[in-house]
Each structure stands twice: as C-alpha cells, then as structure tokens.
C-alpha cells in the first residue's frame, strides 16, 4: 500500500489487515504509556485547509504514540492563505525530507493530485464531496466490533448524502465487506445519478426512513452541512427533523442491539436527537477511539511496512 486515497484501492485483505492491526493498536489506548516505537524517525505532516476536530487530532494522537514526528500545518496559519498553491506547500513541504502526509482539502481529487507531486506516503482525510476513506474504515471497524462480520447485514445510511463524502466511502466500504446498504434521504438530498451507481455497486436507496429503520442492523446518521449548501435542500430543519431526523419516536422502531452511527460533529435536534446520540446502543464514542486505533494502523501499514 502506497496511499491511502480511496476505499475503492484496497482489497478486501487489505481492509481485513488494517482492521487486525487496529485491534492490536486498540490496546494501546489502555496502557500507561502509550507509545510505541514503530515509526521513531519518521516525520508525517497534517496538512488541514478545512476545519477538523476528529479527523486531525486523532490522526495527531496516532502519529505521536507511534513515535512519528508529527507537525501540523493549517490553511490559515500556512502561505496557502497568502496565495500560495497547493502544489507549492506540499512540495515545499516534502523539500523538508518528510515520510507521510495527511491532506484534508476542499475541492475534491486534491489528495490524489497530491500523491502525483510528491514521494511521500499520502493519505485521504477528507477531499471535498468525494471521499473520506479512514472515516470509512473506522464506521465499518466500530460495527464489525459490535456486530461480528458484516456480511448479510443491512445498514442505513441517512442524510445528507449530496455533500456527503462520509457516506461516498462508507458505500464502497461495506458492500466491499458484503454488506447490505439502503442509503435514505430526501429527494433533494439524493445525490444526481445515484440511481445508476447504486445499479452499479449494488446498494439501494430510499425516501421513506420510518420503512427502513426496522429492517436496519445498523443506522448511520450523516451531519446536514449546511455550509456547503448553496440554496434551500429543505423548507425548514424542523421539517427536515420530522422527515429524516433520528428522534425519540424513531428510536423505538430500531431493536435495542442495534448500533447507532454519526461520523461527527452532530447536530443535536437536526439530523439526531439526545435520546439517540446517548442511548445505550449508540457506537458515536465508540467510533472515535476506533477512529484513533485505525489511524494508527494505516499510518504503520503505510510507513513501517515491507514496502515503506
């Protein structure tokens, strides 16, 4: 493994392997001291040009206890913001010997452009509306964890699916595993030409989520970004909460073993409510330290393996 720029590169063994060693760095969290020297020498660089919470720390915490030399660069505080491209950072950057870099972009395609100009390892955090790979190895992780192999079983995945590189990666992701997904939106939240992928990838798609919810084995609640949406995709959030909003009366139509998902930050009373982002079932904490034990390990495939 070279990079990590999309979910649709790995193999199933691949997936399979970053996952065991996931489980082996899960313990790490644990320890009194957690490190490890698997990657003392190494330097990766964050490289961040949209906000992050999740994403960047964790792949900061995973990059540190690793023993990597980790340094943070962000937009704001980096010559991007005085009109600097993107080509000259990056490769200003790799001037300065570095092993790995961790790019999070808003226009999509960017870290694959990323990974052609540099020698470094580059993995995917996140670029645009197109794909978050680690995102989707971690939701797919958290529910393996919880439900053993995911083959068969059906998972939904609602929200805001057009601006949603979560539920891009997460698609290729599970079916990959043998997965069953039903993706539920309303239908000026379906992204265009979802009929024709799902046809292709094998997923179904829905407008009704009071039909889906019984049937799921696991539900993923996706964030409604509105700040990527440049008009009106639904009259009010009120009506977008009765529509598609995980609240207290959807609640009871999951089975109480069924775990409920959200790649973060949430918006309590939007897309879900309290009841359901605190409830025994909910995997959203879960999803974190998961998040931080598969940084981890794509980090060590990619930097301390045989072909690093």
């Known amino acids: 493994m ?64 690793l023993s990597a030399d980790v340094i943070n660069i962000s937009a704001k505080g980096s010559s991007a913001s005085k009109g600097e491209s993107l080509r000259d950072t990056v490769l200003t950057v790799c001037a300065m010997g570095v092993d790995g870099l961790v790019v999070r972009h808003p226009a999509s395609g960017s870290a694959r452009q990323v990974s052609e100009w540099v020698d470094a390892a580059v993995v995917n955090a996140g670029d645009g509306t197109h794909e978050h790979p680690t995102q989707a190895l971690l939701d797919a992780y958290t529910l393996q964890r919880r439900l053993g192999s995911l083959e068969g079983r059906h998972v939904a995945i609602v929200g805001d699916l057009t601006h949603s590189r979560v539920f891009r990666s997460n698609v290729l992701c599970l079916t990959k595993l043998g997965a069953r997904v039903t993706v539920v939106a309303p239908p000026t939240l379906m992204p265009a030409g979802v009929a024709a992928w799902s046809a292709a990838a094998g997923f179904e798609t829905s407008y009704d989520l009071d039909a889906v919810l019984p049937h799921a084995d696991a539900v993923m609640m996706l964030r409604v970004q509105r700040e990527r949406m440049s008009g009106a995709f639904f009259p009010s959030a009120r ?35 309290a009841d359901a982002a605190d409830a025994a079932q909910s995997a959203v904490l879960e999803q974190v330290s998961s998040g931080l034990a598969v940084r981890m390990s794509v980090l060590y495939h990619l930097l301390a393996g045989e072909e690093a």
């Open 2 to 65: 070279r990079h990590l720029l999309s979910v649709d590169d790995l193999s199933v063994d691949q997936v399979e392997a970053i996952f065991e060693t996931a489980a082996e760095m899960h313990d790490v969290q644990h320890r009194d001291v957690k490190k490890l020297p698997a990657l003392r020498g190494r330097t990766v660089v964050n490289m961040f040009f949209e906000d992050s919470t999740r994403t960047r720390s964790s792949f900061e915490i995973a990059g540190k206890w």
């Open 239 to 273: 009506e977008y909460t009765v529509g598609y909003g995980l609240t207290r009366d959807r609640l009871r139509l999951l089975r109480p073993d069924v775990p409920i998902c959200h790649p973060g930050p949430m918006n309590r009373g939007l897309e879900i409510a």
